[in-house]
């Protein structure tokens, strides 16, 4: 229960330090997006591309594993192409980053 509870504080945490990031994080997004706008994004993707960007940004977490981590959401939980725009948006912010 102890472990359950530290992971869910954690992911609070997330998510309340994107909250308060989300205007810097879509601006790094937008050149990368191509004809896509912020708001023709589906939400589940948005934030994926938005925790994948916040990692990269603010933690010392390999790159690829950001990737890896983020594709298997999009899997998971986004629309039938979420896998690969996700990767493809995350790739190449990846050598900006």
Do not use: W
């Amino acid at each position: 229960k102890k472990i359950r509870n530290e992971r869910r504080a954690q992911a609070l945490e997330t998510f309340d330090a994107i909250c308060l990031k989300k205007g810097e994080l879509d601006e790094i997004l937008k050149p990368y997006l191509k004809e896509k706008d912020l708001e023709r994004i589906g939400v589940v993707e948005l934030a994926i591309l938005r925790l994948g960007v916040d990692e990269m940004k603010f933690t010392g977490t390999d790159k690829a594993v950001i990737i890896n981590e983020a594709i298997e959401l999009a899997k998971e939980l986004g629309g039938d192409s979420a896998p690969k725009f996700i990767n493809g948006v995350l790739d190449a912010l990846k050598g900006e980053m």
